[in-house]
C-alpha cells in the first residue's frame, strides 16, 4: 500500500482546508483509514478513522464537531476535512491504513502504511 497526502497549508484561525490521502497498491476498500497529526515535540496522536466501506466514523474529542474523514472508494482516495480551524491543530498531518481492523483504530501503532505527512499551520 501506498499512501500520499496532501493539501496542507498555511491558514488563520477560523479557516478551513481539506486533505487527500490518494492510495495506490492494493484495493482501497480492503482497509480502514485513519489520519493522525504530529506537533512539534509531542507525540503522535489520534485524529480521525473510518471504516472500510465509509458507513463508522471516529474523531478524537479535540475535532469533534470542526474535522469530517470520508471516503470516496472509486476514487482510491480518502479525505479529511477541516473547519474551524484553530492555533492547536498545527501538525503534520499523515494518513495510514489499518489492514487489520475493519473500523480502524484510535493507535497509531495497529495501521500498517503511513503516508509521508502534509504540514498544517493554523495563525491566529
Known amino acids: 500500500v501506498q499512501l500520499q497526502a496532501y493539501g496542507g497549508g498555511l491558514v488563520q484561525a477560523g479557516g478551513s482546508l481539506r486533505l487527500s490521502c490518494a492510495a495506490s497498491?492494493?484495493?482501497?476498500?480492503?482497509?480502514?483509514t485513519g489520519w493522525f497529526r504530529q506537533a512539534p515535540g509531542k507525540e503522535r496522536e489520534f485524529v480521525a478513522a473510518i471504516s472500510r466501506s465509509g458507513g463508522s466514523t471516529y474523531y478524537a474529542d479535540s475535532v469533534k464537531g470542526r474535522f469530517t474523514i470520508s471516503r470516496d472508494n472509486a476514487k482510491n482516495t480518502a479525505y479529511l476535512q477541516m473547519n474551524s480551524l484553530k492555533p492547536e491543530d498545527t501538525a503534520v498531518y499523515y494518513c495510514?491504513?489499518?489492514?487489520?481492523?475493519?473500523?480502524?483504530?484510535?493507535?497509531?501503532?495497529?495501521?500498517?502504511?503511513w503516508g509521508q505527512g502534509t504540514q498544517i499551520t493554523v495563525s491566529s
Open positions: 495510514a491504513a489499518d489492514t487489520k481492523y475493519y473500523s480502524g483504530s484510535y493507535s497509531y501503532q495497529e495501521y500498517d502504511y
Open positions: 497498491g492494493r484495493t482501497f476498500s480492503s482497509y480502514a
